[in-house]
Antibody, heavy 120, light 107 residues
Framework: QLQLQESGPGLVKTSETLSLTCSVS??????????WGWIRQPPGKGLEWIGN???????YYNLSLKSRITISVDKARSQVSLKLNSVTAADTALYYC????????????WGQGTLVTVSS | DIQMTQSPSSVSASVGDRVTFTCRAS??????LLWYQQKPGKAPKVLIY???FLQSGVPARFSGSGSGTDFNLTISGLQTEDFAIYYC?????????FGGGTKVEIK
């Protein structure tokens, strides 16, 4: 059964770079059938898609975050990474990683999420 | 971007009630529509995909309908465990977008 686990610092200083890792286990990260995505949820608010990366390393980003985001895959380590630079308090959120199916159009499964707080 | 609008933002209902809420897309997305359920402290879970297909393991009291721009999620016979927030998401094109959610609360 595929499992995803997000990890990274829980506190990031304003203007610095947020770096998170999603470790994938119980299945292959190197599959043409799926992509990998990041979604975030500010406390008490709704879901916001951050971006996806597919089998070929092609990325799709939320346009409002595009200039600050980098998503990459380390196939050898079965990890998907997110970097978000120049963070502000507005980037405080629970960050989820998930597997994306192009053929069905769903995020499933999801990691448990990791809370990142941005503060000076 | 395709904007997704959910209504109402919250609904108060009793166990056993039939509830329906709506998701509207700003442009035609055919049936590329997902419904997720999110409970407090948990990640979202897929309920419905391609607008009307029930995800494996999801109770049959959940149903989805619609195509184009207007979609519904119906819970027929609300159960205690159904009190949660429901989000729609369009999968027609990038950037992917979610609706703002509908919170189902106990009356």
């Amino acid at each position: 059964q595929l499992q995803l686990q997000e990890s990274g610092p829980g506190l990031v200083k304003t203007s610095e770079t947020l770096s998170l890792t999603c470790s994938v286990s119980g299945g292959s990260i190197n599959t043409v059938d799926y992509s990998w995505g990041w979604i975030r949820q500010p406390p008490g608010k709704g879901l916001e898609w951050i971006g996806n990366i597919n089998y070929r390393g092609v990325t799709y980003y939320n346009l409002s975050l595009k200039s600050r985001i980098t998503i990459s895959v380390d196939k050898a380590r079965s990890q998907v990474s997110l970097k978000l630079n120049s963070v502000t308090a507005a980037d405080t959120a629970l960050y989820y990683c998930s597997r994306w199916s192009d053929s069905i159009g769903w995020f499933d499964p999801w990691g448990q999420g990791t809370l990142v707080t941005v503060s000076s | 971007d395709i904007q997704m609008t959910q209504s109402p933002s919250s609904v108060s209902a009793s166990v056993g009630d039939r509830v329906t809420f709506t998701c509207r897309a700003s442009q035609d997305i055919s049936t590329w529509l997902l419904w997720y359920q999110q409970k407090p402290g948990k990640a979202p879970k897929v309920l419905i995909y391609l607008a009307s297909f029930l995800q494996s393991g999801v109770p049959a009291r959940f149903s989805g309908s619609g195509s184009g721009t207007d979609f519904n999620l119906t819970i027929s016979g609300l159960q205690t465990e159904d009190f949660a927030i429901y989000y729609c998401q369009q999968a027609k094109s990038f950037p992917l977008t979610f609706g703002g959610g509908t919170k189902v609360e106990i009356k």
